[in-house]
C-alpha cells in the first residue's frame, strides 16, 4: 500500500501532534504540521506532491469556517489536493458547503480522530479521489424533511447503499456491511446513478455528485 503525504493544519499544537502520531501509525507520511491557513500554502506552494490536508473548520482568526473557506479558494484556484475537513460539530451545512467546492473532500468530527483506523480510512479514501462524510452527520440528514423527485424515486436499499456511499465506504465495504455480493451493490449503484441522472460517462466524479445531491436533498 503506497504511502499518502499528508499536511495536518490545526492551531492547537497538541491536537497537530495527536493526528500526526495516529497518520504515522497507519503509514501516512506527514510532510508538515501548521496552525493557520498562509502556512499551509506556503507548504503547498513548496510542495506540489501532497495528496491530503487535514484542516480544522474552526482557525483563527475569527474560529468559525476558515477551513471551508480555505477549501473553497483551493477548489477555486484549479487544486485538486485532497481535503479532510475536521469539526468539533455535526454539521450538514458545512458538509453540504464542503462537498459543493468539489473535488476529493471529506469531513469528519474531531471525537472520531480517537479512531486511527477511521481517519486513516478517510484520509486514504480522500487521496483516492473519493467524498466521506461523518456517520453521524449523515444520521442527521437522513430525519430532516424534503428530496428531490431522484431521490424519492430510490429505494429502501438504494437509499442504504446511498448512505453508505456518502460515509466513504467502497463497493466492496457496502457489500460487507449489508451482506450482499460487490456485483449486486454495482446494479444499486448504477440504478442510483440513473435515477439520479448521473447518466454513464467519462466523468469520474458521478460518485461524488450522487452523494452531494444525497446531503442537498436531506437537508
Not at 24 to 43: I, K, S, Y
Not at 148 to 157: D, F, H, K, P, Q
Not at 159 to 182: F, K, T, Y
Request: hydrophobic share 45%; aromatic share 2%; glycine share 8%.
Amino acid at each position: 500500500m503506497s504511502s499518502v503525504r499528508v499536511v495536518v493544519v490545526d492551531d492547537a499544537v497538541l491536537l497537530q501532534e495527536g493526528i500526526r502520531q495516529l497518520l504515522v501509525a497507519g503509514g501516512c507520511e506527514v510532510v508538515a504540521t501548521v496552525g493557520n491557513v498562509p502556512d499551509l500554502r506556503e507548504t503547498l506552494a513548496a510542495d506540489d506532491s501532497i495528496d491530503v490536508v487535514i484542516l480544522d473548520i474552526r482557525m483563527p482568526p475569527t474560529h468559525t469556517d476558515e477551513g471551508v473557506r480555505a477549501l473553497e479558494e483551493l477548489r477555486a484556484e484549479g487544486s485538486d489536493v485532497g481535503v479532510l475537513l475536521l469539526s468539533m460539530y455535526s454539521s450538514p451545512v458545512l458538509a453540504l458547503r464542503a462537498l459543493s467546492a468539489g473535488g476529493a473532500t471529506g469531513y469528519l468530527l474531531k471525537d472520531r480522530v480517537k479512531d486511527g483506523a477511521t481517519l486513516v480510512d478517510a484520509v486514504r479514501a480522500v487521496a483516492d479521489g473519493g467524498a466521506v462524510v461523518d456517520p453521524e452527520v449523515v444520521s442527521l440528514l437522513l430525519h430532516a424533511r424534503g428530496e428531490s423527485n431522484g431521490m424519492s424515486a430510490l429505494t429502501a436499499r438504494e437509499r442504504e447503499v446511498l448512505q453508505l456511499m456518502a460515509e466513504g465506504a467502497s463497493n466492496a465495504g457496502i457489500a460487507r456491511r449489508l451482506v450482499l455480493s460487490v456485483k449486486t451493490i454495482d446494479t444499486h449503484i448504477e440504478h442510483i446513478m440513473d435515477k439520479l441522472g448521473l447518466v454513464s460517462s467519462t466523468d469520474e466524479h458521478r460518485r461524488e455528485r450522487a452523494v452531494l445531491e444525497y446531503l442537498r436533498s436531506e437537508r
